[in-house]
């Protein structure tokens, strides 16, 4: 089995900053990619940032230059350092992680979600 959890959400003003952090864990062969995701109240479900096992970084439009996404290998861990939030970055932000199991399958699991709320 393979768990993989969030944590670091909370409540920031307009134009602070908050970490996020994601942690995989259980029977873990290798890790393809992972990344972030968030869904807002009323809107669909986009990408922030996914870091992918060459290192290779991808953003959505909005978070470009104001989020960073990074790894620790060795401990099957992300980052999300989010700088000047604004309160559109209002969401539940999900972790996604791309993995290939002990035993040979490959799957995709979500961690439960953080709330990142951002009052102006």
């Known amino acids: 089995q393979v768990q993989v959890v969030e944590s670091g959400g909370g409540l920031v003003q307009a134009g602070g900053s908050l970490r996020l952090s994601c942690a995989a864990s259980?029977?873990?062969?290798?890790?393809?990619?992972m990344g972030w995701y968030r869904r807002a109240p009323g809107k669909q479900r986009e990408l922030v940032a996914a870091?992918?096992?060459?290192?290779?970084?991808n953003y959505g439009d909005s978070m470009k230059g104001r989020f960073t996404i990074s790894r620790d290998s060795a401990k099957n861990t992300v980052y999300l350092q989010m700088n000047s939030l604004k309160p559109e970055d209002t969401a539940v932000y999900y972790c996604n992680a791309d993995i290939k199991i002990i035993g040979g399958y490959e799957s995709r699991f979500w961690g439960q979600g953080t709330q990142v709320t951002v009052s102006s």
């Open positions: 259980g029977s873990i062969a290798s890790i393809n990619a």
């Open positions: 870091i992918i096992s060459g290192g290779s970084t």
